[in-house]
Nanobody, 116 residues
Framework: QVQLAESGGGLVQPGGSLRLSCAAS????????MDWYRQAPGKERELVAT???????VYAGSVKGRFTISSISRDNFLYLRMNSLKPEDTAVYYC??????????WGRGTQVTVSS
């Protein structure tokens, strides 16, 4: 089984930056891709960025050019570098993994608030 744990959320002013981290443990060799999702109050959860095991990435249009997804240590850690943050980026951010044989797994989430 794979476990995911996010960290790095907090309060930041508009235009500021944050880096979110996700620590993966367990059967990480069975992870096909890892993602960041977010859910704002009253809205559905949405995909922010995906990184496939081979290293290719894709971003939601709303964050492209501002956010960067990356990984080190053979997917033990997943990061989301967020620059030029806007109030509309306020949400709970979730780390997720597509795990072969287990489906999609989720972390507990970390709150990001962009406000002056």
């Amino acid at each position: 089984q794979v476990q995911l744990a996010e960290s790095g959320g907090g309060l930041v002013q508009p235009g500021g930056s944050l880096r979110l981290s996700c620590a993966a443990s367990g059967s990480i060799s069975s992870i096909a891709s890892m993602d960041w999702y977010r859910q704002a109050p009253g809205k559905e959860r949405e995909l922010v960025a995906t990184r496939w095991r081979g290293g290719s990435t894709v971003y939601a249009g709303s964050v492209k050019g501002r956010f960067t997804i990356s990984s080190i240590s053979r997917d033990n850690f997943l990061y989301l570098r967020m620059n030029s943050l806007k109030p509309e980026d306020t949400a709970v951010y979730y780390c997720s993994a597509a795990v072969i044989g287990s489906g999609r797994l989720w972390g507990r989430g970390t709150q990001v608030t962009v406000s002056s």
